[in-house]
T-cell receptor, first 115, second 115 residues
Framework: GENVEQHPSTLSVQEGDSAVIKCTYS??????FPWYKQELGKRPQLIID?????GEKKDQRIAVTLNKTAKHFSLHITETQPEDSAVYFC??????????????FGKGTHLIIQP | KAGVTQTPRYLIKTRGQQVTLSCSPI?????VSWYQQTPGQGLQFLFE???????NKGNFPGRFSGRQFSNSRSEMNVSTLELGDSALYLC??????????????FGQGTRLTVV
């Protein structure tokens, strides 16, 4: 089955700097890559996603890039703000995957924004 | 529209007891998945139900079981509780248009503490 590795597990950056979280996946059949943000005590919520026919997608301060050949995708957050502090999960979806709509999640990255 | 609803929000049980958790998906969503979340372990997939059938199952012992009703509401049951079962249990629903990759919506979770 699919295996998703996520790094780093903890990331601390100064407010205003950029943050990058990286994920790799194993199954070349995976075709959908969402990112979820989970604030303390809250449910995970989708913040951005990308499909396998697209290399990059941006939404204001966040962007996701996908390299299908290398099987890795990354989340980029620019001009970080205190409200960006949260745990971020990457995921990969493929037709034979086991989770919600075939999603396999990474273990998460705890992003800490230092004032 | 109403989001994914999980009940109860908090539970305290004693070792050896059993527990049933409930999840009501977003109206129209047919897929419901369950995840166990513990610190450092991310979102570990338990099982997925679609149209009252278990479609996939993660690597959890048989003490963990679930079902889905005709209205798509789902329950999961854990028998003979162990201390290690203490975790946040999240369910996620999705419309599931044939595994093409759609957003999974999470509930607030049930915090289970086994003492």
């Amino acid at each position: 089955g699919e295996n998703v590795e996520q790094h780093p597990s903890t990331l601390s950056v100064q407010e205003g700097d950029s943050a990058v979280i990286k994920c790799t996946y194993s199954d070349s059949a995976s075709n959908y890559f969402p990112w979820y943000k989970q604030e303390l005590g809250k449910r995970p919520q989708l913040i951005i996603d990308i499909r396998s026919n697209v290399g990059e997608k941006k939404d204001q301060r966040i962007a996701v890039t996908l390299n299908k050949t290398a099987k890795h995708f990354s989340l980029h957050i620019t001009e970080t703000q205190p409200e960006d502090s949260a745990v971020y999960f990457c995921a990969a979806s493929n037709p034979s995957g086991g989770g919600a709509d075939g999603l396999t999640f990474g273990k998460g990255t705890h992003l800490i924004i230092q004032p | 529209k109403a989001g994914v609803t999980q009940t109860p929000r908090y539970l305290i049980k004693t070792r050896g007891q059993q527990v049933t958790l409930s999840c009501s998906p977003i109206s129209g969503h047919r897929s419901v998945s369950w995840y166990q979340q513990t610190p450092g372990q991310g979102l570990q997939f338990l099982f997925e139900y679609f149209s009252e059938t278990q479609r996939n199952k993660g690597n959890f012992p048989g003490r963990f079981s679930g079902r889905q009703f005709s209205n798509s509401r789902s329950e999961m049951n854990v028998s003979t509780l162990e201390l290690g079962d203490s975790a946040l249990y999240l369910c996620a629903s999705s419309f599931d248009r044939g595994r093409i990759g759609t957003e999974a919506f999470f509930g607030q979770g049930t915090r289970l503490t086994v003492v």
